[in-house]
C-alpha cells in the first residue's frame, strides 16, 4: 500500500494561490490513480480533481475548471494541485487519495487518504 501526506495548505486572500503537494511513500507511486478531494465543514466530502498513472489524462469538477491544475512528478512520487484565483468557497480540508483502479469522482473508489490539509481563503 502507499502512505500520503499532504502539505501546502494556509491562509490566502480572495485572488490569491497556492499549491498543495502529496507525498507518497511505501508504494510504488507511478501505479496508482491520484485524486485531490475536499471537505468543507458540515458538508460531504467532494470530488476536485484526478490524474492519471502517466499523467495522460486529467478531471475536474466543474467548479475549479481553469483554475485549479492538477499534477504529478513520478520520479518524486509527489502529486500536486496547482490553485490559483481562489474563493471562498473554495475553503476546506483538502486530501489526497490514491487507487490502483479507473480514475472515479466517487469516494468508495479510493483506497488510500492522507490526513489533510486546511485551505483557508478570507474575503
Known amino acids: 500500500q502507499v502512505q500520503l501526506v499532504e502539505t501546502g495548505g494556509g491562509l490566502v486572500q480572495t485572488g490569491g494561490s497556492l499549491r498543495l503537494s502529496c507525498a507518497a511513500s511505501?508504494?510504488?507511486?507511478?501505479?496508482?490513480?491520484m485524486a485531490w478531494f475536499r471537505q468543507a465543514p458540515g458538508k460531504e466530502r467532494e470530488f476536485v480533481a484526478a490524474i492519471t498513472q502517466s499523467a495522460g489524462s486529467t478531471d475536474y469538477v466543474d467548479s475549479v475548471k481553469g483554475r485549479f491544475t492538477i499534477s504529478r512528478d513520478n520520479a518524486e512520487k509527489t502529486l500536486y494541485l496547482q490553485m490559483t484565483r481562489l474563493k471562498p468557497e473554495d475553503t476546506a480540508v483538502y486530501y489526497c487519495?490514491?487507487?490502483?483502479?479507473?480514475?472515479?469522482?466517487?469516494?468508495?473508489?479510493?483506497?488510500?487518504w492522507g490526513r489533510g490539509t486546511q485551505v483557508t481563503v478570507s474575503s
Open positions: 487519495a490514491a487507487t490502483l483502479s479507473y480514475p472515479s469522482r466517487k469516494l468508495r473508489a479510493y483506497y488510500h
Open positions: 511505501e508504494g510504488t507511486f507511478s501505479d496508482y490513480v
